[in-house]
Nanobody, 118 residues
């Protein structure tokens, strides 16, 4: 069982920045993949960015060049640094962890609200 706790959400003005944190109860160096998803009201949950055990990262087209996913293995924490925020980035942001079990096991955090508004 992996517990994930997100923090750092809040209200920010358009063009502003925010950093989300996801603290894991397990050594993230052993987790196959960690990712950030987001879900806006009435929409499906979509992946924003992910980082693999190897350190490889990928991003949704809508956030490329604006968001950065990173990790601190000493703190078992994954971050999502968000810049040049727009109202379209408003959503609940969820942290996700996938263990390399067979079949793979998914864990989710409780989510943190990000609201971009003037």
């Amino acid at each position: 069982q992996v517990q994930l706790v997100e923090s750092g959400g809040g209200l920010v003005q358009p063009g502003g920045s925010l950093r989300l944190s996801c603290a894991a109860s397990e050594n993230i160096a052993n987790i196959l993949r960690m990712a950030w998803f987001r879900q806006a009201p009435g929409k499906q949950r979509d992946m924003v960015a992910d980082i693999f055990k190897t350190g490889a990262t990928s991003y949704a087209d809508s956030v490329k060049g604006r968001f950065t996913i990173s990790r601190d293995t000493a703190k078992n924490t994954v971050y999502l640094t968000m810049g040049t925020l727009t109202p379209e980035d408003t959503a609940v942001y969820y942290c996700n962890a996938v263990l390399g079990t067979f079949p793979p096991t998914n864990y989710w955090g409780q989510g943190t609200q990000v609201t971009v508004s003037s």
